[in-house]
Nanobody, 117 residues
Framework: QVQLVESGGGLVHTGGSLRLSCAASGSTSSITAIGWYRQGPGKQRELIATISRGAVTNYADSVKGRFTISRDNAKNLVYLYLQMNSLKPEDTAVYYC?????????WGQGTQVTVSS
């Protein structure tokens, strides 16, 4: 089992920046994939960025060049970050940290990001 706790959301103006954090604990050595999703008002949850153990990153086209995902590994802990720059109103969503393990998928509680125009 893995526990995921996000932090760092908030309200920002268009063009501003925010940094989201996620602390993963538990069976972190079994994580096969880790990343960030978001769900905007009236929209489906979408994958926006992933990062592998070897720090290979992948981004959705909508955030490429503006968002940066990174991770730090510690004993039994994984810290996941999402640096969000040049934010747009369409980035408004609840952002979720996600970890996939061979037997289950885990989600954080979500953190609200609101970008005002």
């Amino acid at each position: 089992q893995v526990q995921l706790v996000e932090s760092g959301g908030g309200l920002v103006h268009t063009g501003g920046s925010l940094r989201l954090s996620c602390a993963a604990s538990g069976s972190t050595s079994s994580i096969t994939a880790i990343g960030w999703y978001r769900q905007g008002p009236g929209k489906q949850r979408e994958l926006i960025a992933t990062i592998s153990r070897g720090a290979v990153t992948n981004y959705a086209d909508s955030v490429k060049g503006r968002f940066t995902i990174s991770r730090d590994n510690a004993k039994n802990l994984v810290y996941l970050y999402l640096q969000m720059n040049s934010l747009k109103p369409e980035d408004t969503a609840v952002y979720y940290c996600n970890a996939d393990l061979p037997w289950n998928r885990y989600w954080g509680q979500g953190t609200q990001v609101t970008v005002s125009s």
